[in-house]
């Protein structure tokens, strides 16, 4: 493919509003468009279920030039089993000025993307020689690759872990944009590979916004990768100003119904997609606090677990 874009993950969350604050407060991140919808994805884009769902697109700035996380909230779905499949990577400038944290974040602060793997040759194989991307580092003693399509974005890393991936039921998949006429393409490729295709080439609708049309496929552990028409996907992914606003009136509106399958009045529980579970920052050693005053270091990273 040419022009490839890689722009976004998709997790399932069973609490859609305190998901959301995590990634605001805790990330800097912004709600850029909200969408609801009545019934099930035909390409499954909301997992195995039939009813009303929403997406949430949230990230540092327009999908078109940075990676960004969907939401995926199926109503009535309470919770989530989260498997060992799936991690970010985040640069930030890091502050410290007493007990706070504070980060200055690059345009992009996505680093990469890894993905558990049960077999890293099989794995680097699919990725390099099927979907086309470049090998960026390679490291034996880690068990590690990092690959990508282009040197400005976002980059995939895939991390073996000796055994099978589990993929939960929270995580979704990996989505990538691309020229329309290159997606019979890619299909006919993986038809000839003998590779899993989980939705063949189809038109997704969006109440009032743009059609997409996109094809669905699985790598050799079963991570789910989304190649999209690019054209359309413009149109459709364009930032709503009033995102944020109309997720807060579906989110505000949920904690006042009573309900078996839903979030009753004042247990807005927090399940779901794992927030920030680990920082990896600095050295046992490192001296903090307001004493020294504030604490300047060039690039940190923060992990996020899924």
Not at 133 to 153: F, L, S
Not at 236 to 259: A, C, I, M, R, Y
Request: net charge negative; charged share 25%; proline share 5%.
């Amino acid at each position: 493919c040419q022009l490839i874009k890689y722009f976004y993950g998709l997790f399932r969350v069973a609490n859609r509003k305190g998901q959301w604050k995590g990634f605001n407060v805790g990330l800097n991140q912004q709600v850029l468009r909200h969408e609801e919808f009545e019934e099930g994805c035909k390409a499954t884009c909301n997992g195995p279920y039939d009813g009303k769902w929403s997406k949430t697109m949230v990230g540092y700035g327009p999908e078109d030039g940075h990676f960004v996380a969907e939401l995926t909230y199926n109503y009535g779905v309470g919770n989530y089993h989260l498997g060992n499949d799936f991690l970010l990577t985040l640069s930030c400038h890091k502050v410290w000025t007493g007990a706070h944290l504070y980060c200055s974040y690059p345009p992009d602060p996505v680093l990469k993307v890894t993905l558990a793997v049960s077999n890293l040759s099989k794995s680097v194989d699919y990725w390099s020689r099927l979907l086309g991307m470049k090998v960026y580092e390679k490291d034996e003693g880690k068990k590690k690759v990092v690959v990508g399509y282009a040197d400005n974005q976002c980059k995939l890393e895939l991390q073996s872990i000796g055994q099978d991936v589990d993929h939960g039921t929270a995580f979704g998949r990996i989505a990538f944009s691309c020229p329309k006429e290159e997606l019979p393409v890619i299909e006919a490729l993986m038809k000839k590979e003998k590779q899993k295709i989980l939705t063949p080439l189809v038109s997704l609708d969006t109440p009032g916004k743009a059609t997409v049309q996109v094809v669905i496929l699985a790598d050799p552990d079963g991570h789910e990768i989304c190649f999209v028409g690019d054209e359309a996907f413009r149109e459709l992914s364009k930032v709503d100003p009033n995102g944020e606003k109309l997720l807060d009136e579906v989110s505000w509106g949920l904690l006042f119904q009573v309900s078996d399958n839903v979030m009753t009045r004042g247990t807005a529980q927090r399940q779901g997609c794992g927030l920030p579970a680990q920082l990896a920052a600095g050295s046992d050693s490192e001296k903090v606090g307001e004493e020294h005053g504030p604490v300047l270091e060039p690039i940190t990273y923060l992990l996020f677990y899924f």
